[in-house]
């Protein structure tokens, strides 16, 4: 088993990150320690460049990287390798919370965190035995399901390599196109919000590199007009790391624009927000949630409105700009706590937003709460992207949340907006609400059969989608 083919699956449904083109981590690392081991990888990620089908039929182990939404493509694929001989491993974190759906599609599975387990793995297959000691495996045997016990995570994340973009087909559109370099510096995140799988999948107890290590590779990387994405869910997680590192990035002259999810209790250390600012930040994307209190407190998001208004202010002040992310739907929200959230938006002079659909992902609080309830309306899991209702809201109808959220956009992201932005020489910010504002068109106009089917409810969505009548998203 010398040839191995990483595969993530493309999205289904328009969305607004389509166009940058940030892949995750999971195959380009699994994809390196192979490597380093000896062996022949590379990684396909669709959105950036369909894999050759050549290539993939080649390979004597194929590994799909899956979320949720793009679960039914991974599967399809999957099915169609297996039916030529392939064998295939599913990872990500939709199979690590369904772990027997993906054997029906899958030789493997990984559950969770694999760097511990891949190599093992390989070299088990290669044996022709020892997969019963492969850590975090799912498999199946005589007609038996095992699952092995977990891996166990790294603690230390310095033991990982720096992934090698160069294994990916495509790896200069992310660079080059589009000017972006991902970097993570952590795993986990301290807080257990009800909606997020995060915690399920890296757990509570936050993971670093050293901030050595990540200053070495951005000093490696040629970073001249290039932008910095640190991937870590919970970037202030650890506020004297973070300082650690701004004044790392100083200290060595490293001169590049960055941005990274921080939470809004941030704006608590002013210093350290325009320590940020001098070493390059340029964009946070802040898990504002909602602006109604009583949601605040059902995701158990350990925040309040004031702490949100005053994270806007601190941050404006140094001149950061904020991506505002919201989740809608929750059962203390009503189709007024929907407009609510787009006036807090424009009033607080937010620069750009997303108004996302509370989805119940699999190994969320949220999700075993839904099914527990028979509130679960659509079970194709492609749909589970964040812009479509897929559960029985409690205080507003499937239709009127799904409405709510595509005027609310399309507000936000008006043409006399844009004008405004424009008139005050706010270029950056005029630029992404119309790029914004060309995504929501398109999805209104390929979906817009899901929102006038919601008016007969959920089961009449559910009846197009199994009957194959739902038109196909392009």
């Not at 894999?51 to 799909?64: F, T």
């Not at 899958?106 to 290669?126: H, M, N, Q, T």
């Not at 209190?293 to 208004?309: G, R």
Request: proline residues 5%; positive net charge.
């Amino acid at each position: 088993m010398r040839r191995i083919v990483f595969y993530e699956p493309a999205t289904k449904h328009p969305h607004v990150f389509k166009q940058f083109h940030l892949p995750r981590l999971g195959g380009v690392l699994l994809g390196t320690l192979l490597k380093k081991a000896g062996y022949d990888v590379s990684v396909y990620v669709e959105d950036l460049r369909p894999p050759r089908l050549e290539d993939l039929l080649g390979a004597d182990l194929v590994g799909i990287s899956t979320i949720t939404s793009t679960a039914p493509r991974a599967y399809r694929m999957a099915d169609y390798l297996r039916s030529k001989g392939v064998n295939v491993l599913l990872g990500g974190p939709h199979v690590t919370f369904m772990p027997d759906e993906a054997l029906q599609h899958a030789d493997y599975v990984f559950r969770g965190e694999a760097e511990r387990s891949i190599v093992p793995l390989v070299k088990a297959l290669e044996a022709g035995s020892g997969l019963e000691r492969v850590p975090g495996l799912s498999f199946r045997r005589g007609g038996e399901t095992f699952h092995n016990p977990p891996a166990e995570p790294v603690w230390d994340l310095d033991e990982l390599p720096d992934p090698d973009w160069s294994l990916l087909h495509g790896s200069f559109r992310i660079a080059w196109s589009n000017k972006i370099v991902p970097i993570q510096t952590s795993r986990g995140c301290p807080f257990d919000c009800s909606f997020c799988s995060v915690t399920k999948m890296f757990g509570r107890k936050v993971r670093y590199r050293s901030v050595g290590r990540v200053l070495d590779e951005l000093s490696r990387m040629d970073l001249r007009r290039r932008h910095v994405f640190f991937y870590d869910d919970h970037f202030s997680a650890n506020r004297g790391r973070l300082r650690e590192l701004m004044e790392g990035i100083l200290a060595r002259g490293l001169r590049f624009q960055w941005s990274a999810q921080v939470r809004a209790d941030l704006a608590d250390d002013e210093d350290l927000v325009e320590l940020m600012r001098r070493a390059g930040c340029q964009t946070v994307y802040i898990g504002m949630e909602s602006v109604n209190p009583e949601t605040l407190k059902a995701y158990n998001k350990h925040q309040t409105v004031s702490d949100i208004e005053r994270s806007i202010r601190v941050l404006h002040r140094h001149r950061i700009r904020i991506h505002g992310m919201f989740v809608l739907g929750a059962d203390t929200d009503t189709v007024e706590t929907v407009r609510a959230t787009c006036r807090f938006a424009k009033k607080n002079r937010i620069e750009t937003i997303q108004f996302l659909i509370l989805t119940p992902l699999p190994g969320t609080p949220f999700f075993a709460e839904m099914e527990r309830e028979g509130r679960l309306g659509i079970r194709d899991w492609s749909y589970y992207d964040a812009h479509h209702v897929v559960f029985e809201p409690k205080r507003m109808s499937p239709y009127e949340l799904q409405r709510e959220i595509v005027r609310a956009l399309r507000e936000f992201y008006s043409l006399p907006r844009i004008l405004d932005d424009v008139l005050r020489l706010r270029l950056w910010e005029a630029l992404v609400k119309i790029y914004a504002r060309r995504i929501e068109l398109r999805w209104e106009r390929l979906s817009g059969w899901f929102l006038d089917s919601l008016k007969g409810g959920l089961s009449s969505v559910r009846a197009l989608i199994e009957s194959g009548r739902a038109p196909a998203a392009t």
